[in-house]
């Protein structure tokens, strides 16, 4: 998904998704992180185990805003088109 506050870390994103009950149904992260800045570059892939997991999470997490850092970004979730 994209649209992600820059000040995010991969632990605190990996916190909010373990907060929502996504743990173990995931076998792949990463937020690629800009070396220059030190922040993430606003998207992140994700590989869920199963379609189930992937249409839950795109239903708690796509619109909305991530709750850590104020922002008036609000989360894109979509499918990647190559797997």
Do not use: W
Not at 62 to 81: C, E, I, N
Request: proline content about 5%; glycine content about 6%; aromatic content about 14%.
């Amino acid at each position: 998904f994209r649209s992600i506050t820059n000040r995010y870390t991969p632990e605190e994103l990996l916190h909010d998704m373990i907060q929502q009950g996504f743990e173990g149904t995931f076998d792949f992260l990463y937020l690629p992180t800009d070396l220059t800045t030190k922040k993430n570059k606003g998207y992140v892939f994700i590989n869920f185990r199963s379609p189930t997991s992937a249409l839950r999470f795109q239903d708690i997490f796509g619109g909305h805003k991530l709750a850590r850092y104020a922002t008036d970004k609000v989360l894109d979730v979509s499918p990647a088109k190559t797997q």
